[in-house]
């Protein structure tokens, strides 16, 4: 089974530039979760989707980021403009319902 | 609202010693716990979880962990560590509420394995 896939792995811009990130969950898993790891803590959930409903987005910036799930399956996150302050690795997990959650290897951003 | 407190930032063991890692946690609903480990570059791997069934969790790479609700805690071990445990490690307590999750993690505890 193929597990939760991200891209970019990496990516660097400057302060006050667009970025966004892409997520494929697990095939079969209505929801889908996006975390921000701040380097030291732990990870912050920031949204979580339903099929393509937003069930929690509490912790969302909705300022600069925002966030889609068209047709239920993948995802993307955009942040627009970047601050330094969101240089962070970007998670991305899916689960089946309310159960355990996988998560994909993460996108490391770095803002200048 | 719920929380979770990992006492601990970083944890030093020698390899073949026991490995505790301390997780405390609070909510106001029965929770979900569960312990995952990152290591570097990579996401979160699910250890174990404690799912309101056995109040002992076993894992895997030998990691057990049991939920004692009286001191709220979920405490994570490993009876002999190996080298390969080094990593990162997080408590997260999950509650269910309108039919769905509502989660949040630890701050992390780094295990080093010293030879």
């Known amino acids: 089974e193929a597990g939760v896939a991200q891209s970019p792995r990496y990516k660097i811009i400057e302060k006050r530039q667009s970025v966004a990130f892409w997520c494929n969950p697990i095939?079969?898993?209505?929801?889908l979760y996006w975390y921000q790891q701040i380097l030291g803590q732990g990870p912050k959930l920031l949204i979580q989707?339903?099929?393509?409903?937003?069930?929690?987005d509490s912790q969302l910036p909705k300022d600069r980021f925002s966030a889609e799930r068209l047709k239920g399956v993948d995802s993307t996150l955009k942040i627009q403009p970047a601050k330094l302050e969101d240089s962070a690795v970007y998670l991305c997990?899916?689960?089946?319902?309310?159960?355990?959650?996988?998560f994909g290897p993460g996108t490391r951003l770095t803002v200048l | 609202a719920q929380s979770v407190t990992q006492l601990g930032s970083h944890v030093s063991v020698s390899e073949g010693a026991l490995v505790l890692l301390r997780c405390n946690y609070s909510?106001?609903?029965?929770?979900?716990l569960f312990w995952y480990v990152q290591y570097p570059n990579q996401g979160l791997q699910l250890l174990l979880k404690?799912?309101?069934?056995?109040?002992l969790v076993k894992g895997i790479n030998g990691f057990e962990a049991e939920f004692k609700k009286s001191e709220t805690s979920f405490h994570l071990t490993k009876p002999s560590a190996h080298m390969s445990d080094a990593a990162e490690y997080f408590c997260?307590?999950?509650?269910?509420?309108?039919?769905?999750?509502?989660?949040?993690f630890g701050t992390g505890t780094k295990l080093q394995v010293i030879p």
């Open positions: 997990a899916s689960s089946w319902g309310t159960d355990t959650q996988y």
């Open positions: 095939s079969g898993h209505a929801t």
């Open positions: 989707f339903q099929n393509n409903g937003v069930v929690d």
């Open positions: 909510s106001s609903v029965p929770p979900y």
């Open positions: 404690y799912t309101s069934a056995a109040t």
């Open positions: 997260a307590v999950i509650t269910i509420s309108g039919g769905y999750q509502k989660v949040t």
